[in-house]
């Protein structure tokens, strides 16, 4: 990290930086170690994550916009979480926490179930050379973790520049009985609330078409 970043991470993580129980890895979280979002954000307001949340321009941006929502932004990358808190902090942004951890062992482990109003999921890692496809986040498995964080009706929303990734998002999630599309078509239209970052400027100059995803939590029994 920059001077500035170590000098962030000192400052700011008291605030910013939810200090979660490990696991083995510097980057996972133990199980049973819950969080109490009302605790947490010391209020009681509808909860919305961004797993890979970068620099955090996104999620800084909503936070700012959305002052009566609370966000959470996902990332492992310090350096990234590290300048998400000095734009934040800059901001005057008080209603952004940030984890440092494995987006799947936070949906599982850190967050309460059925805790989530929205989910968000722009420009993960493509893993495009096709002996790393494994790698992606969006699977089947990730299909159940995302459900099981979310409220009924709550919204799962993706974005890629890739599109056998896009596909596949679009394979597993329709095939997911915990979830049912939010749109109409082939894609859902952008997102509003998801501002233009650099990955997405940089996948656009390459000539590369950004497609969105919209899902909703099934209530249980539908």
């Known amino acids: 990290m ?3 970043q170590e000098r962030a991470w000192e ?3 008291g605030f910013y930086v939810i200090d979660a129980p490990r696991d083995a890895a510097a980057t996972s979280i133990r199980p049973s170690s819950t969080i109490e979002p009302g605790s947490v954000w010391t209020r009681s307001a509808p909860l919305i994550a961004e797993i890979g949340s970068g620099q955090g321009h996104a999620i800084v941006h ?3 916009s959305a002052p009566d929502t609370d966000f959470l932004a996902i990332e492992v990358f310090r350096a990234g979480l590290a300048r998400t808190m000095l734009d934040a902090d800059r ?3 008080r209603n952004l926490r940030l984890v440092e951890a494995n987006a ?3 949906l599982t482990h ?3 179930q059925a805790s989530l109003d929205e989910l968000w999921v722009f420009f993960p890692d493509p893993w495009h050379k096709k002996k790393h496809t494994k790698r992606r986040l969006v699977t089947t498995e990730f299909a ?3 459900a099981g964080a979310l409220r009924e009706g709550g919204m799962l929303r993706l974005a890629t520049d890739w599109e056998d990734y896009a596909l596949q998002m679009r394979d597993v999630l329709d ?3 915990d979830f049912e599309r939010a749109f109409e078509g082939e894609w859902a239209p952008r997102f509003d609330g998801r501002v233009v970052t650099a990955f997405e400027r940089k996948g656009a100059a390459k000539g590369r078409d950004i497609r969105d995803l919209a899902y909703r939590r099934r209530a249980q029994g539908d």
């Open 2 to 4: 920059s001077d500035a």
């Open 62 to 64: 909503a936070a700012q």
């Open 11 to 13: 400052e700011l993580a």
């Open 175 to 177: 095939a997911a009985p």
């Open 104 to 106: 799947p062992e936070v």
């Open 110 to 112: 850190l967050l309460p």
């Open 144 to 146: 159940a973790q995302a």
């Open 91 to 93: 901001a005057g942004v």
